[in-house]
């Protein structure tokens, strides 16, 4: 489309949609390419300040992902350098609605899909640990793969929470004093053998735990249905357990174990009068709920009640000390950020630090401004808390920082004994496992034929609009989002050719584009240095102010995003440095392994598209600031 | 220029085991529904600073209770599954003790009026699900009225 084509579209636009009494924006992303899985580029949707886009996974499934803004920009045009394209969609309050709506129904259906995965995979685990044996391999987190280079050892139920606790036996330990009263209002309420019966009955429950036995039954079938009912065995026995170690902390008021709980000497960690006061109101809350946990008959109740306590203490600590004491929230197996001390990166550390702080003032300063404290309020702080710490002492010591992309929920997890698994014959339990391993197989089978990869039918593009239009009746869509997008037949399943589209076919309002990192720099840079020197700094890996080496990407010299003319030559230059690189490589591989020559040869692979003045690659890097990607505003212009 | 944009990227997409989708681990380990993470993403879940408000927090939990409970009428499940699923979700949240929420019991209501139901049949199931607790049965009330009408 011209440019003045596309104004006369969007002036059109413009008009429809003043005719409209309302109207909305969702924006369609086009994520510019980069070399290794993104060579067409990437596309995601926008609905304020959430991303949904599709990714395909190592294990070969496309998955819906959903992450804020700010975070999916972060990642691309930073630690990624692509450019991002925006292509501003308008639409009428309803239609964005249900088009938001659509998609956050498909991701939460699809979250539960993968959840039956796991919870099977973690009967297989919990059937092989009864068996006594270690397990014969296979992926966690839902991955379709069964075995393979990939696979990882199943995931044996934990029990989350329990391992914030001193273990009792074989030495007795000092009670607790928060569980001790805890302990009193419990037996008030409910008797004074209430936690006895209950833990009688739990033991009980435990030793008569049978796994499931229809290795038939209904599995997935659709993205838009629900998995059926099932509670599986291996959560069966994770509840159980949950309750009887809850039921074992409080009996014995039992303390936390000194490493659990995290605090810090400095001002920073100071509670305020008015910090204290909140804490000893949400103690006395706390309290009141954990008593209820204690009679109550929900099936998960044991998890809330673990952690409640655990907090109980740590806000007991907190009061006693005068500064914040929080639970150490970080999962026994997460990430980790290395080489902390390494130059190259004082930056990104500095303002990271930086955050981190900001972000733990920033949580009690909305805990004193809460009219009530909720669970969701104070793990905020926890989990600020958990970051700023973990930021601190890592760059104080030298030592890996730890990191975790999801909410900080207290994990304290810990194997459950063996005592507490179900008593099965051997033979029960050999036959149970056939079943189970069964179950699984046919889930993952299931599973594949809805999720599984497609290069057109289900890439990140054709899901994308699979999801977009079918949020409507198919004769709806055009009037809703102002046409339709065919991605079977056509060259519309790739990214880059997918945003022509969307702005030839839907109701495009406004295109604005997203910089990357270095575009962004250099734009600085011209503004206020010699440009011919800027050029000739920045135009190569060597020099480059914004570039870093990062082992990630493959050998190149030139980048060719910013030119045109020179593409071609600098593509050659990249293909013979990338040979060299490979040459040398190959007679240093005896001493350096195959990573040079895999590099270079990489490297002379993608610099063949700048040859015909395509370019892919944009180079990449490890850490980054993101002062730049929150700074600089997109700005509208219309496409040539 | 085009046609040689395409033809070239054929040739790359024969080439590489996978295309066209990014295989960002930046991405997918800060996404909402990972418990992964990835030194790479560091920024954004070292410091939670590229998350939301707590109060936009809690409208995207709410958003999300109800479109499950509405997803959940809709497919005729139980109220044992129900309540297991919604844990789910809250500890995703942060929510340990669910049953203590505001935010679940009005997204419950919300997701009960967005799947149709109104009269006897959500005085039916909004009992059920608030159990013998007014103040829960208060909430799911509450989120019932706020939304619109489907």
Redesign the interface.
């Known amino acids: 489309m011209s440019r003045r084509a596309f104004s006369a579209a969007v002036l059109v636009t413009l008009l429809v949609a003043g005719a409209s009494a309302r109207a909305a924006r969702f924006e369609y992303l086009y994520?510019e390419s980069?070399v290794?899985?993104?060579?067409?580029?990437?596309a995601a949707v926008r609905f304020g300040?959430?991303v949904f886009?599709?990714?395909?996974?190592?294990d070969g499934s496309?998955?819906?992902?959903?992450?804020?803004f700010?975070?999916?920009r972060?990642?691309?045009t930073?630690?990624?350098n692509r450019s991002v394209h925006v292509g501003r969609v308008l639409v009428s309050d309803e239609s964005y609605e249900q088009i938001h709506?659509h998609f956050?129904?498909r991701?939460?259906?699809e979250?539960?899909h993968f959840?039956v995965l796991d919870a099977r995979r973690s009967d297989v685990a919990l059937l092989e640990r009864i068996l006594g044996r270690g397990g014969d391999g296979g992926p966690r987190?839902g991955g379709l793969r069964n075995s393979g280079p990939t696979a990882r050892p199943r995931d044996e139920p934990k029990l989350r929470g329990a391992g914030f606790f001193e273990v009792a036996d074989p030495a007795p330990v000092a009670p607790a004093p928060a569980l001790v009263a805890l302990r009193g209002r419990v037996e008030q309420r409910y008797g004074p053998d209430a936690l006895g019966r209950r833990l009688t009955a739990t033991d009980r429950a435990l030793a008569e735990l049978r796994p499931d036995e229809a290795p038939d039954d209904p599995v997935i079938s659709s993205r838009d249905?629900?998995p059926?009912?099932?509670?599986a065995f291996s959560?069966r026995f994770s509840d159980l357990a949950s309750g009887r170690a809850a039921l074992d902390v409080l009996i014995d008021a039992r303390p936390v174990r000194r490493e659990a709980l995290r605090s810090d000497a400095s001002a920073d960690w100071r509670l305020s009068q008015a910090e204290r006061e909140v804490l000893l109101s949400h103690e006395s809350r706390l309290e009141d709920?954990l008593m209820?946990?204690f009679g109550?008959e929900?099936?998960?109740w044991g998890?809330?009640a673990l952690?409640?306590m655990a907090r109980l203490e740590a806000i007991a600590e907190s009061l006693a000390t005068g500064r914040w004491v929080v639970l150490d929230a970080f999962?026994a197996r997460?990430?980790?950020?290395?080489d902390v001390l390494h130059p190259g990166r004082s930056e990104?550390f500095a303002?990271?630090r930086r955050?981190?702080r900001?972000?733990f003032f920033e949580s009690r300063a909305?805990l004193l401004a809460a009219d009530e404290i909720?669970?969701?309020?104070y793990?905020?702080v926890e989990?600020?808390a958990n970051?700023a710490l973990?930021?601190r002492d890592g760059l104080a010591s030298g030592r890996d920082?730890r990191?975790?992309?999801?909410?900080?929920?207290p994990h304290g997890e810990q194997s459950p004994p063996d005592a507490w698994l179900p008593r099965l014959r051997p033979d029960d339990a050999e036959s149970a496992l056939n079943v189970a391993r069964l179950r699984e197989s046919s889930t993952v089978q299931a599973l594949r034929a809805i999720y599984g990869?497609e290069?057109v039918t289900n890439?990140?593009?054709s899901a994308l609009f699979e999801t977009l239009e079918s949020a409507f009746d198919p004769s709806e869509v055009a009037e809703r989002l102002g046409g339709r997008i065919e991605t079977y037949g056509t060259?519309n399943?790739?990214?880059w050719?997918s945003f022509d589209a969307v702005a030839r076919e839907y109701r495009v309002a406004e295109v604005a584009e997203i910089p990357s990192l270095r575009m962004t720099r250099m734009t600085e840079m011209y503004a206020r240095e010699n440009r011919a020197r800027v050029y000739l700094r920045e135009s190569n890996t060597l020099t480059s102010s914004v570039y870093r080496d990062n082992p990630r990407d493959s050998f190149f010299l030139f980048f060719t995003d910013d030119v045109v003319l020179p593409r071609p030559l600098y593509g050659a230059l990249n293909l013979v440095a990338g040979l060299g690189q490979a040459v040398l490589g190959l007679l240093r591989l005896p001493f350096e392994g195959p990573g040079e020559v895999v590099a270079g040869a990489k490297g002379a692979?993608f610099s063949?598209?700048e040859l015909?003045?395509?370019n892919?690659r944009k180079g990449s890097l490890?850490?980054?600031p993101?002062v730049v990607a929150r700074t600089r505003l997109e700005s509208s212009s219309p496409p040539d | 220029m085009p046609t040689i944009r395409v033809l070239l990227l054929f040739v790359l997409i024969a080439g590489l085991s996978s295309t066209g989708c990014s295989k960002s681990s930046t991405s997918q380990a800060s996404s909402e529904s990972s418990s992964g993470s990835s030194a790479s993403s560091s920024k954004s879940s070292a410091s939670s600073s590229g998350s939301s408000s707590p109060s936009s927090r809690e409208a995207a939990y709410v958003r999300d209770i109800r479109d499950f409970t509405a997803e959940w009428v809709l497919s005729g499940g139980d109220v044992g599954t129900f309540k297991r699923r919604v844990a789910e979700i809250a500890k995703q949240d942060g929510i340990t003790d669910w049953e203590q929420d505001e935010g679940t019991y009005r997204g419950i209501g919300r997701g009960l009026k967005k799947a149709g139901l109104s009269g006897q049949r959500f005085s039916d199931v909004s009992a059920n699900l608030a159990g013998s607790d007014p103040k829960r049965a208060e909430w799911i009330q509450k989120g019932f009225d706020a939304e619109p009408k489907p």
């Open positions: 994520v980069n290794g899985g993104s060579s067409g580029g990437h300040d959430r886009h599709y990714q395909n996974a190592k496309l998955r819906l992902l959903r992450e804020p700010d975070t999916f972060y990642a691309y930073v630690l990624e709506d956050n129904r991701f939460l259906i979250q539960q959840r987190n249905h629900l059926p009912d099932e509670y959560d709920r209820d946990l109550s929900r099936d998960d998890f809330a952690v409640g999962p997460t990430r980790a950020i290395t990104f303002e990271l955050y981190a900001r972000d909305a909720g669970e969701r309020d793990n905020e989990a600020a970051r973990e930021v920082i990191v975790y992309g999801g909410r900080l929920v990869y290069l890439n990140c593009v060259l399943f790739i990214p050719i692979f063949l598209p015909f003045f395509v892919l490890d850490y980054g993101s």
